[in-house]
């Protein structure tokens, strides 16, 4: 079967106007093989519309970065999930460690704009990974375990056709204190992206478990890219730190052969 690879562009709250236009400058889309690798930006939401006329008529998607878990109302500095699909967002990265850091989210608050998000068509990109006192103590699988379950509650199969699932080990992610300038070693992610697949099975039937995407978060660059590409249960990556300059992400995207 042959597999579909995400490579997918988390630029956090990092480009601005004039960085943006030089990327779009910079890429080269003709050298991506769109029907084997789908790429996905997600700017901030006010460069969303911008970042979708930059991409014009080349094969891209845009991914919001998050969504409000209340379809509308008085909710000061929110977006909406209806707003986004509006402006022609196509996914919406939910659940990263750093709005569960930084802004306090829950396993609850995710499903509900897992459920919002595909409510508006929006395809969900779920992260979920574990913190490096949890890897210390071995906990990495229960904690995949748990998060996995209680972000996908009440989401049923037909649903799970448009959710990618991204396991990002915390300490992996290049920013996080306890990284150590390394991501996670392909052949340890496999073991957790194999170990995620299991547990699809048995909340749902052999097609979600066979055809959800699962991708690997943290630290991924040009160099290392390749390794992961490789591994069976690994259906693409999310890149931060390496997607903020074009000459970097066309490497890593160049370099992503299965
Ligand atoms: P990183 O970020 O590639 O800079 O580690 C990945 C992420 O946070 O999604």
Known sequence: ???????????KMNLDLMSLNIFFNHIKFDEIDVNKKEIIFAPSFVFIEKTLNLI?????????????????????????????????????????????????????????KIKLALKHRLKPIVCMGESFEEKEQGLTKKIIEQKLSAC??????????????????????????????????????????KFLRKNLESLYDSVVTEKTPIIYGGSVDADNVGGFAKMEDIDGVLVGGASKESSSFQKVINNYST
Not at 159 to 173: K, L, S, T, V
Request: hydrophobic content about 40%; proline content about 2%; glycine content about 6%.
């Open 56 to 112: 014009g008529d080349n094969t891209a998607s845009v991914a919001a970065q998050n969504l409000f878990w209340e379809a509308k109302g008085a909710y000061t500095g929110e977006v909406s999930a209806k707003q986004l699909a509006d402006i022609g967002c196509k996914y919406v990265i939910l659940g990263h460690s750093e709005r569960r850091e930084f802004f306090n989210e829950t396993d609850e608050m995710i499903n509900a």
């Open 152 to 193: 996908l509650s009440e989401i049923s199969t037909g649903d799970m056709r448009n959710i990618i699932i991204a396991y990002e080990p915390i300490w992996a992610i290049s920013t996080n204190v306890n990284n150590t300038g390394q991501s996670d070693t392909p052949e340890s992610a496999q073991v957790v992206h």
């Open 1 to 11: 079967m042959t597999k579909k690879n995400y490579i997918i562009a988390n630029w």
